[in-house]
């Protein structure tokens, strides 16, 4: 398998503070990959070390198969750092000149290449809005923009929905749906575990700067789900029903607790429900596999 991203024992120490210590990741090229940890855990430390903003104390790493801090990968690679402030005296035009300057993109590649993110991230018509005229939202869009320009192989997203409403978010996960399409590996922090869960294929979880699991989507998604039901008229007919497609079913008042192996056990619980006459008033699926193991790793969900 070809890694975009292979970390060996890499280790930030501040003074006597661990930002993070041993991390061994392996990042599969062509993937979204997701990179959780609750706050202070040492996500963005391990990002700017990888992007080159803060030298490791010890230890290795490989982006796109080059050593660290080598000037060659700088073109390849796109960052939207999580607390960006751009030159908010600039149009967004000006901003994406300056930045394409930067990545040394030549001046006839220069044009069609700010033309083509601003469509992306869906600015067009704001080109010569000055940034401090953007609310909060453009200006993620702005900086996903500039991430953008080079036309990266490997993108490191810290938080890239932060200050984006619904449809916003759901734009973004298209464009990073789009990304891997055409081959980027995507590197994605983010707090958002539903998001999460939506778009990366694999998962590494990190507290107290140590990597505590890294894993497919698919792996950790494979575990129980608990599916809440809250009936009316139960009787011993809707139980053995609930029962014969449960692994196990926990009973508290009008709540039943059907826990099953298979999404597509889900609707057969419904099904059930109505075929032995009882009411079903709701039907919720508790949390996500991705939340359970996150806060059975981490100790809790931060915010
Ligand atoms: N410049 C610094 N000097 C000293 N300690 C730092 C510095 N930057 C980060 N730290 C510490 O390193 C640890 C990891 O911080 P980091 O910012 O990498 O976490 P994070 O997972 O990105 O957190 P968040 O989700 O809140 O952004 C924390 O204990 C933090 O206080």
């Known amino acids: 398998m070809e890694l975009a991203i292979e970390t060996i ?25 997701g990179f959780l940890g609750p706050n202070g855990a040492g996500k963005s430390t391990l990002v700017k070390m990888l992007v080159g903003l803060l030298y490791p104390t010890s230890g290795q790493a490989r982006l796109l198969g080059y050593p660290l801090n080598n000037i060659e990968i700088k073109g390849k690679i796109g960052f939207l750092p ?38 992306t991230v869906g600015l067009t018509g704001k ?12 200006q993620q869009r702005a900086g996903l923009a500039c991430a ?19 449809l916003g978010r759901m734009e973004v996960r298209r464009i990073l749906l789009q990304l891997k399409d055409t081959g980027t590996t995507v590197f994605l922090n ?5 998001e999460v869960e939506m778009v990366c294929d694999t998962v590494a979880f990190i507290k107290g700067g140590r990597i505590l699991r890294q894993d497919s989507l698919e792996q950790l998604q494979s ?21 014969n497609i449960a692994l196990s079913l926990t009973i508290d008042g009008d709540i039943v607790t059907a826990f099953v192996n298979n999404e597509d056990d889900i609707p057969r619980l419904a099904e059930a429900v109505i075929k032995s006459g009882a009411h079903l008033y709701e039907m919720t699926r ?9 806060i059975e790793l981490t100790g809790g969900v931060d915010h």
């Open 9 to 33: 024992n890499l280790t930030k120490i501040y003074g006597n503070k661990i930002g993070c210590t041993d991390v061994c990741l392996r990042v599969p090229r062509g993937q979204i990959f």
């Open 127 to 138: 080109e010569h809005q000055k940034i401090r005229t953007f609310s909060k939202g453009m």
């Open 82 to 119: 999580e607390n960006f402030r751009y030159h908010d005296w600039l149009t967004l035009r000006e901003l994406l000149e300056f930045h394409s300057k930067l990545y040394k993109l030549s001046s006839s590649k220069r044009s069609k290449q700010i033309n083509a993110v601003i469509d």
């Open 148 to 166: 953008l320009l080079s036309d990266p192989e490997l993108i490191f997203l810290d938080e890239p929905t932060s200050a984006l409403d619904p």
């Open 286 to 294: 508790k949390r996500s596999s991705l939340e359970e193991t996150f």
């Open 223 to 243: 575990g129980e789900i608990a599916v809440e039901l809250m009936l009316s008229g139960i009787n011993d007919i809707v139980k053995l029903a609930l029962s």
């Open 190 to 194: 983010s707090h958002l575990l539903s």
